[in-house]
């Protein structure tokens, strides 16, 4: 069984920094592509940055410069590094990963982290 899980989030005022972390664990052939989405109240839900397993990184527009995803392959981990931040980033931000099981090594299947809220102050 593979899972993501995710830790990190809180209450910070605007201009402050944050740190997501996000643990995949189990029965792992291989990690590809890494990533956090969030969603805010209302809106749906959108891709704010990911990296290759080679260490290639795109962001959204609105978080370049001042967030900074990063990558353990080692450790299956994904970071999310946030600063700068602005009343516009609270929403709930979710981990994602597409995962090759050892039980599957052709499959890749997507994998979500349970979420983990992040809340800005003005």
């Known amino acids: 069984q593979v899972q993501l899980v995710e830790s990190g989030g809180g209450l910070v005022q605007a201009g402050g920094s944050l740190r997501l972390s996000c643990a995949a664990s189990?029965?792992?052939?291989?990690?590809?592509?890494m990533g956090w989405y969030r969603q805010a109240p209302g809106k749906q839900r959108e891709l704010v940055a990911k990296?290759?397993?080679?260490?290639?990184?795109n962001y959204v527009y609105s978080v370049k410069g001042r967030f900074t995803i990063s990558r353990d392959n080692a450790k299956n981990t994904v970071y999310l590094q946030m600063n700068s931040l602005k009343p516009e980033d609270t929403a709930v931000y979710y981990c994602?990963?597409?995962?090759?099981?050892?039980?599957?090594?052709?499959?890749?299947?997507?994998?979500w982290g349970q979420g983990t809220q992040v809340t800005v102050s003005s």
């Open positions: 994602n990963a597409g995962i090759r099981a050892i039980a599957r090594p052709l499959n890749e299947v997507a994998y």
């Open positions: 990296v290759t397993s080679g260490g290639y990184t």
């Open positions: 189990g029965s792992i052939f291989s990690v590809n592509v």
